[in-house]
């Protein structure tokens, strides 16, 4: 990939690459990074272009304004890594793949819609792409969209009278891909809309797809109708993986970019890293870049530091309040308890998941959260933390509720 400096200004980033494929993926995948670190440099975000060699260049003024309108593609770009091949099932996602596998074969027949829900990093958005890319193959009209998409696309064609032009697009397609539809959440005219489009799909025997980091039931501001009929077809949930799901992740992954990982590397990397796929993720392109760009040796130590500075870097991005404000919503109960001497079982176990979770989590020293917490000395965050270290290894289902919160924290 170069980077043509000599077009590229504050306000624009082209990069040249040598085809379609991967400027797709980069324009997907990394729109939002290479904006993030160009921003550090120059304080002004730019927009991104990503050419294909050879084909005719855009204007300037071309790029800027047909960016500024945020005018959604016709055609869906799907990642097309996201395959059921490379999806590696374990009991945590089984009952996600099936559904997902038996909608692809059957397009509209069966469970429609399609609602898939979980936690951040944990295979959604890859099992919905993997439908959407099986349909490809047969040559059905996809269309791949977040609901963030839709809605940009919606408002676009609303101001521009273009609504049938829209209307067409949407209602008219063999399957409809819908990421974190959670989003919807308080956007009443893209919620009526988006109700019409569902009833004439559905109607058509088309086929819906859904994501959504939780429950239809749970997604507040939603309108009544349209949460019963998410509920219409199947509902499945995507879990935290279990040990030796991760270790086949990380095996599979590492097998496709090319990486060779000793048994005790990925051993290390399954039990270090336990709320979300994605961070599994990060950490070998981390190891594959320090491998192929500078050269080093693929070793335990290489992998440790790695994971070191990925574990500060996200540490960087957690306060206190963040834990609090998570843990309580997540566990209904006030924030001003947790801080409170109130002593009542449900308030004693989310105060004492917010101190374990403050001390993984965040830069904080135990002094420091038990100022925080308005507890007497540190000694009582300590025998927290020890408490429910003890929990962990014996209490299966606060091992679980704890690492949910912890990619609903970290992924947030
Ligand atoms: P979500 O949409 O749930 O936030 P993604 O689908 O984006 O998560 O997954 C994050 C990353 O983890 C993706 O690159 C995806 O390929 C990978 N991933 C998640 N679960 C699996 C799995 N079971 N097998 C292979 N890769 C997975
Ligand atoms: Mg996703």
Same mark, same amino acid.
């Given at each position: 990939?170069?980077?043509?400096?000599?077009?590229?200004?504050?306000?624009?980033?082209?990069?040249?690459?040598?085809?379609?494929?991967?400027?797709?993926?980069?324009?997907?995948?990394?729109?939002?990074?290479?904006?993030?670190?160009?921003?550090?440099?120059?304080?002004?975000?730019?927009?991104?272009?990503?050419?294909?060699?050879?084909?005719?260049?855009?204007?300037?003024?071309?790029?800027?304004?047909?960016?500024?309108?945020?005018?959604?593609?016709?055609?869906?770009?799907?990642?097309?890594?996201?395959?059921?091949?490379?999806?590696?099932?374990?009991?945590?996602?089984?009952?996600?793949?099936?559904?997902?596998?038996?909608?692809?074969?059957?397009?509209?027949?069966?469970?429609?819609?399609?609602?898939?829900?979980?936690?951040?990093?944990?295979?959604?958005?890859?099992?919905?792409?993997?439908?959407?890319?099986?349909?490809?193959?047969?040559?059905?009209?996809?269309?791949?969209?977040?609901?963030?998409?839709?809605?940009?696309?919606?408002?676009?064609?609303?101001?521009?009278?273009?609504?049938?032009?829209?209307?067409?697009?949407?209602?008219?397609?063999?399957?409809?891909?819908?990421?974190?539809?959670?989003?919807?959440?308080?956007?009443?005219?893209?919620?009526?809309?988006?109700?019409?489009?569902?009833?004439?799909?559905?109607?058509?025997?088309?086929?819906?797809?859904?994501?959504?980091?939780?429950?239809?039931?749970?997604?507040?501001?939603?309108?009544?109708?349209?949460?019963?009929?998410?509920?219409?077809?199947?509902?499945?949930?995507?879990?935290?993986?279990?040990?030796?799901?991760?270790?086949?992740?990380?095996?599979?992954?590492?097998?496709?970019?090319?990486?060779?990982?000793?048994?005790?590397?990925?051993?290390?990397?399954?039990?270090?890293?336990?709320?979300?796929?994605?961070?599994?993720?990060?950490?070998?392109?981390?190891?594959?870049?320090?491998?192929?760009?500078?050269?080093?040796?693929?070793? /335990? @130590?290489? $992998?440790?530091?790695? &994971?070191?500075?990925?574990?500060? =870097?996200? !540490?960087?991005?957690?306060?206190?309040? #963040? +834990? /609090? @404000?998570? $843990?309580?919503?997540? &566990?209904?109960?006030?924030?001003? =308890?947790? !801080?409170?001497?109130?002593?009542?079982? #449900? +308030?004693?176990?989310?105060?004492?998941?917010?101190?374990?979770?403050?001390?993984?989590?965040?830069?904080?020293?135990?002094?420091?959260?038990?100022?925080?917490?308005?507890?007497?000395?540190?000694?009582?965050?300590?025998?927290?933390?020890?408490?429910?270290?003890?929990?962990?290894?014996?209490?299966?289902?606060?091992?679980?509720?704890?690492?949910?919160?912890?990619?609903?924290?970290?992924?947030?």
């Amino acid at each position: 990939m170069t980077y043509k400096k000599a077009t590229s200004s504050d306000e624009l980033v082209i990069f040249e690459v040598p085809n379609k494929i991967i400027a797709n993926f980069i324009k997907t995948k990394f729109t939002s990074t290479i904006q993030d670190i160009v921003f550090n440099i120059t304080h002004e975000k730019p927009k991104v272009q990503i050419n294909v060699i050879g084909e005719k260049r855009k204007s300037k003024k071309e790029i800027l304004s047909e960016q500024n309108s945020s005018i959604i593609p016709e055609n869906t770009i799907l990642n097309q890594s996201y395959t059921f091949e490379s999806f590696v099932v374990g009991s945590s996602n089984q009952m996600a793949y099936n559904a997902s596998l038996a909608v692809s074969n059957k397009l509209g027949i069966q469970y429609n819609p399609l609602f898939i829900y979980g936690g951040t990093g944990l295979g959604k958005t890859h099992l919905l792409q993997s439908i959407g890319n099986e349909a490809i193959k047969k040559d059905k009209s996809v269309i791949y969209v977040t609901i963030e998409q839709f809605m940009n696309d919606f408002t676009f064609s609303l101001k521009n009278k273009n609504m049938d032009h829209f209307r067409n697009k949407y209602r008219k397609c063999d399957l409809l891909l819908i990421d974190d539809i959670q989003f919807l959440s308080g956007k009443e005219e893209t919620q009526k809309e988006f109700f019409h489009t569902f009833n004439e799909l559905h109607t058509a025997n088309k086929q819906v797809v859904l994501t959504s980091d939780k429950l239809p039931s749970q997604i507040a501001g939603l309108e009544e109708r349209l949460k019963s009929r998410f509920e219409w077809g199947l509902t499945t949930d995507i879990q935290i993986p279990a040990l030796e799901t991760k270790i086949a992740i990380i095996e599979k992954k590492s097998e496709l970019n090319g990486i060779e990982l000793s048994k005790e590397i990925i051993h290390f990397i399954a039990t270090s890293l336990d709320s979300s796929v994605r961070e599994i993720e990060g950490l070998l392109i981390k190891i594959n870049a320090s491998a192929d760009l500078l050269g080093q040796q693929i070793n /335990i @130590e290489l $992998v440790k530091n790695l &994971l070191k500075e990925q574990i500060a =870097d996200k !540490k960087d991005n957690i306060k206190l309040p #963040n +834990i /609090i @404000e998570i $843990v309580s919503s997540e &566990l209904n109960i006030k924030p001003s =308890d947790l !801080k409170s001497s109130k002593r009542s079982a #449900n +308030i004693v176990n989310a105060r004492r998941i917010v101190i374990y979770l403050a001390r993984e989590l965040t830069h904080n020293s135990m002094p420091d959260i038990a100022k925080f917490l308005g507890m007497k000395d540190h000694s009582s965050v300590s025998k927290n933390i020890s408490k429910a270290n003890e929990l962990i290894e014996k209490d299966e289902n606060f091992r679980l509720n704890l690492e949910n919160l912890k990619n609903k924290i970290t992924t947030k």
